[in-house]
């Protein structure tokens, strides 16, 4: 057993396992958090997942925890490795079963206050349009060939076919599709799933806000983004769905069987990896890549559905795209490594890419602020938008994804009354559309970090920096 003591304080926010705690760390393990907040992460396996995590082959520098840490599937959600493209490994327990997981943030030129009388209207349009909950999909269903299309071409593919807007393109991480992908890995199971779910919001912590803009923190950075103070925007969390999910459970009976082969050691089976040089490593990153580009896909689809709603209530104004970024997904980048470049596969899970002022990926108009950053917090609590800072070299550039988990949906249900928690946001003047009040008491608040306390986190640790805190006005949930 260890705990606490057995961290190395580097600073206020940042905390050091060394890599010589255990015979077979590769490098040392680290987490951002605070003090008190380092405590309660020892409560589940996040800890002990990270040491395994720190075992990796190729793994440079640290393997890395964010402070909304809670356990996961081979690596601790919140977990960020970056491994050498040359002699490293890619594991799928390292991206999540949602691949490309994400949220993008969508911005009306309204105030708030003038949504306020067509609200209840609004979310039921918006319900309406955009299917919500466990398997729930569309009534169409696409054909094999127009899924394989969107595997490879990604929100791209769907916008040049007329589901969005040349900025839908340009606002999205890897402007909404990784190269990389091949169709034809993806299994006919895989893809059968994702026939009719392409525009449909799922279930868990998946969730369609209308928001309003609370707080300003960075009026220039603010202003570039075109952010300002009591603003209605609209917020979408959202992956893969079932495809995405299917994707990662063939990818891990496929590389659990063909890890031996190379003699990789792992002190977890849900860390199966194999070298990303090797076959099968580049099949599951093509795999991989199709999947982050359904999602993508997925979420340009509900965009197209969120305007129409949006259009029926309102005669004027449109909703423009501020940014799209995926927390479930390895990529491979360029990054500085004891003063030299190096080609790495970063695996962040339940981790926000954050690049700061100035790099090449960032669209231009974001070019001299820095990478829009989007944090979305439980249910009923605020979310942030931040940006990316320079001081985020440590991590990768990444910063935290979400609130993070305290407590399992399990032991949320058994102890939240999912009726009661609608009670209370209604009563906070927030309207509330799900199918299932089970889902509602899953993601209650109480089963959550606190969000102020994360991006406080981040923001001071030099990962992302605020820039507006947005708060809740109408909430759609699946399941």
């Given at each position: ?27 040392p393990a680290r987490v951002y958090a605070s003090e008190k907040m380092l405590e309660d992460i020892f409560r ?436």
């Amino acid at each position: 057993m260890f705990g606490i003591n057995n961290f190395k304080k580097i600073s206020e926010w940042v905390w050091e396992l060394p890599s010589n705690f255990r015979a077979d760390m590769e490098v040392p393990a680290r987490v951002y958090a605070s003090e008190k907040m380092l405590e309660d992460i020892f409560r589940d396996e996040s800890i002990p997942q990270l040491v395994n995590t720190a075992t990796l082959p190729g793994l440079v520098k640290y393997a890395l925890v964010m402070p909304d840490a809670h356990e996961g599937y081979g690596f601790p959600i919140g977990g960020v490795a970056a491994i050498r493209a040359s002699d490293g490994v890619i594991s799928p327990g390292g991206i999540g079963f949602d691949q490309n997981c994400g949220v993008r943030v969508l911005l009306s030129d309204y105030q708030a206050a003038e949504l306020k009388p067509y609200l209840e209207k609004l979310a039921d349009k918006i319900q309406k349009e955009v299917p919500s909950g466990l398997g729930k999909g569309r009534q169409v269903k696409l054909s094999i060939e127009q899924i394989d299309k969107i595997l490879e071409g990604g929100s791209k593919h769907l916008v040049e076919q007329g589901y969005g807007e040349a900025g839908d393109i340009e606002y999205c991480e890897s402007n909404g599709c990784m190269r990389q992908a091949q169709a034809a890995v993806v299994s006919d199971k895989a893809k059968m799933r994702g026939r009719d779910q392409v525009g449909t919001l799922g279930s868990g912590n998946h969730f369609l806000e209308v928001q309003k803009v609370e707080e300003i923190f960075d009026e220039k950075v603010a202003q570039t983004f075109g952010l300002f103070a009591g603003q209605a925007v609209v917020m979408v969390h959202t992956g893969s769905r079932g495809l995405g999910h299917q994707n990662c459970t063939d990818y891990l009976q496929l590389l659990d069987k063909a890890a031996s082969q190379y003699g990789i050691k792992i002190p977890d089976r849900e860390l199966a990896c194999v070298p990303f040089s090797s076959p099968e490593g580049q099949r599951f990153f093509s795999a991989m890549a199709a999947g982050a580009n359904y999602a993508w896909a997925n979420r340009q689809m509900i965009t197209h559905h969120i305007r129409k709603a949006w259009q029926t209530v309102f005669s004027k104004g449109n909703l423009s795209l501020l940014y799209d970024v995926a927390h479930n997904i390895a990529k491979v980048e360029t990054h500085e490594v004891d003063g030299q470049k190096m080609e790495l596969v970063v695996h962040r899970k339940g981790a926000t890419r954050a690049l700061p002022a100035g790099h090449p990926e960032i669209p231009t108009k974001h070019k001299q602020v820095g990478q829009p950053v989007l944090i979305p917090g439980s249910m009923g609590t605020a979310s942030y938008i931040l940006v990316g800072s320079k001081g985020g070299r440590e991590s990768w550039y990444s910063t935290a994804h979400g609130a993070g988990r305290t407590m399992s949906r399990h032991a949320a249900i058994k102890s939240i009354s999912g009726q009661q928690i609608v009670k209370d946001l209604q009563a906070l003047g927030i309207v509330v559309k799900c199918h299932n009040l089970r889902g509602i008491a899953e993601e209650a608040p109480q089963a959550y970090k606190n969000i102020d306390e994360v991006v406080e986190v981040v923001h001071k640790a030099g990962l992302s920096r605020r820039v507006a805190k947005l708060v809740p006005l109408a909430v759609i949930k699946g399941e």
